[in-house]
């Protein structure tokens, strides 16, 4: 499959430049949210109950919060959640998804209608409450929040991978694939697979942002990590009491949530304007 | 055209009967006993056991299941458990200060966001084009939560112009207070699927405008205002229709959030509350109820893309 990447890459213009400053930024990003618990400055759940509410100065760039705490060490080590709810919520979609939108493809008829039908019972309420109501009853986690959010974007990806295998599945390599004999899954995962990449991608791109803001949706509402995490959302939902006394606590991981959301996002709408000019301006939740 | 919208019906009521089944296994199903849930960690065995007995927990899930089932149909939504009073008033009341909530939204969206969006189309690669960009990115990228905490530092702690959260009845603030609750949740609540709305409906309205019967309009000498009115536009408008469906769920979605920021005391709030104190007679009604919604939107939306698509409409293609 990394041949029809490779073709893919090759035969296209050089990618467009905000997706690279896009790209950069999040890589930046990634690597600053890896070595996070090393470069801290401070332990950011250690109290400090002199130092509470100082605003930022050169020992505390973001101030500190109720607790004491370091709010600039907090959000570094927090960032982990965010890529962990971003990527890992989009591989779970990915995992589930593509597979579904494959068999709904290559038997059409009966499993097709299941499937499908299946799916549209997630998509029938809104993403933020299907979330609510999976992680309602079970005490909450940051991985519970990361499955929710991947199983709440299956069906897009598993409608997407559909479309895409359908088209591809009236070419005539299938065919020739058929004439020889081959099982499903071969023709699946060796013809159809490798040629169906690219939208999807293009979708898996863009979703990591939906998933992003989805699950530190959740996680501002409570149904998260727990305290004294420093996941971004819970941050934010907590620094809401002493918004007017000290708003550095909700604008240090606000801010840091928006630049890594918006640079994803310039990222991912420079891949697909790059990869499939076609789809520009589609999509979204 | 008739056949069309009972088929959309159908499947309508047959995916939010479906949604029952799912709601009611996910609650009573999944990992975290009903009971537990209810009593907290602290509970003994025999308050859990009675608890089990009142609440009719010892009965096969299916048993449970019709009759809860039952009772919905007959209009009974059960009683919560926190509040210990019929959940169906509930509801109802915190549903309209919701739909206050989101009906003003509604329009903003669906006006602000198609006007922004010819503009924008209209105006292409100009400056106003280029702001509205950016200021899309802006408001589709980062999560309202953040922008109704920056609304509230700024237009309520540091000006003073507004009230920061909460809800003042219309019949004991009068409109001025009523409406200065309101604005900022609105505002909040509108911003990101307004920015959402514009950035389709500029994309639509530029495939329109580079169509050949555009062209031939032009060629014909058609005035400009003429050849957007008539020709671009009811075509361009036409994906419109889908998107302002999915905003609704979106809108929807957003509503939780932007109530519990604002402590604004409407359907959204009252399901977070329901999942925090465990009362799940609550949160399975809310559930319902915003899922029938949301099908109702969907409905409507499908219905009024059937009667604006000719090809629907003539029935042709009832897809």
């Known amino acids: ?82 890529f962990a709810m971003g990527f890992g919520a989009t591989t779970i979609s990915l995992l589930l998804g593509v597979p579904l939108g494959l068999l709904a493809a290559f038997h059409r008829g009966f499993v097709d209608e299941i499937i499908m039908r299946l799916l549209d019972l ?18 909450p986690s940051l991985w519970k929040t990361i499955v929710t959010v991947g199983i709440v974007y299956v069906p897009i990806l598993a409608r997407l991978t559909r479309s895409v295998a359908l088209g591809l599945l009236e070419e005539d390599f299938v065919t020739a694939a058929h004439a020889r004999a081959e099982g499903a899954v071969s023709i699946l995962l060796r013809e159809i697979l490798p040629n169906a990449w690219p939208p999807i991608i293009v979708e898996c791109g863009l ?31 907590e620094s809401r009491e002493f918004i007017s006394q000290a708003p550095w606590i909700g604008l240090a991981p606000g801010l840091s949530l928006g630049v890594l959301l918006v640079s994803i996002n310039v990222f991912g709408e420079g891949l697909r304007e790059w990869l499939d000019p076609r789809l520009a301006g589609r999509g979204h939740g | 055209m008739v056949g069309f919208i009972l088929r959309r019906l159908l499947a309508a ?18 990992p975290g006993n009903v009971a537990y849930a209810i009593l907290g960690e602290y509970a003994t065995p025999s308050a859990i056991a009675a608890l089990e007995a009142k609440l009719g927990l010892n009965d096969p899930l299916p048993v449970q299941y019709w009759h809860w089932f039952r009772a919905l149909l007959h209009g009974d939504f059960g009683r919560s458990l926190v509040m210990e009073r019929p959940v169906a008033p509930v509801i109802l009341e915190a549903l309209q200060r919701s739909a206050v909530l989101a009906g003003f939204s509604f329009v903003l969206v669906a006006s602000g966001g198609i006007l922004l969006g010819i503009y924008a189309a209209t105006h292409r690669g100009q400056i106003a084009d280029r702001a509205l960009m950016v200021g899309q990115f802006l408001f589709i990228a980062v999560p309202d939560f953040f922008w109704s905490i920056l609304a509230i530092l700024l237009f309520a702690s540091w000006m003073n112009w507004l009230p920061a959260t909460g809800y003042a009845p219309l019949g004991e603030a009068g409109v001025l207070g009523w409406a200065a609750h309101l604005v900022l949740p609105v505002a909040v609540l509108s911003a990101g699927l307004v920015a959402h709305v514009c950035r389709l409906t500029r994309s639509s309205m530029l495939e329109v405008l580079e169509s050949r019967y555009i062209l031939a309009a032009r060629a014909k000498g058609l005035p400009e205002r003429l050849v957007l009115h008539r020709h671009a536009l009811p075509n361009a408008l036409l994906p419109t229709i889908t998107i302002l469906a999915i905003d609704a769920g979106l809108l929807i979605g957003g509503v939780v959030v932007v109530e519990t920021v604002f402590a604004y005391p409407g359907l959204g709030r009252l399901l977070v509350f329901a999942i925090e104190h465990h009362d799940l007679p609550l949160l399975q009604a809310g559930m319902i109820v915003l899922t029938a919604i949301y099908a109702l939107a969907n409905l409507v939306a499908d219905v009024c893309y059937g009667l604006l698509n000719p090809r629907i409409r003539h029935g042709r293609s009832a897809a």
Do not use: K
């Open chain 1, 1 to 82: 499959m990394s041949d029809a990447i490779a073709a893919v890459l090759t035969r296209r213009a050089p990618p467009p430049r905000a997706m690279l400053i896009g790209g950069a930024i999040v890589l930046a990003l990634a690597i600053l949210a890896m070595l996070g618990p090393w470069i801290a400055p401070y332990d950011p759940t250690a109290f400090a109950v002199r130092l509470r509410f100082s605003p930022p100065v050169a020992a505390h760039p973001f101030g500190t919060d109720e607790f004491g705490r370091d709010v600039f060490s907090r959000v570094l080590v927090g960032a982990r959640f965010s």
């Open chain 1, 122 to 139: 997630l998509i029938s309420l809104p993403p933020i409450l299907l979330g609510l109501l999976i992680l309602a009853v079970t005490p």
């Open chain 1, 207 to 237: 979703r990591i942002t939906f998933a992003i803001l989805l699950g530190s949706s959740l996680s501002f509402l409570g149904l998260g990590p727990q305290p004294p995490s420093s996941e971004w959302g819970l941050m934010i939902s």
């Open chain 2, 13 to 30: 009521v047959g995916v939010l009967w479906a949604m029952t089944v799912v709601i009611f296994a996910i609650v009573h199903i999944l």
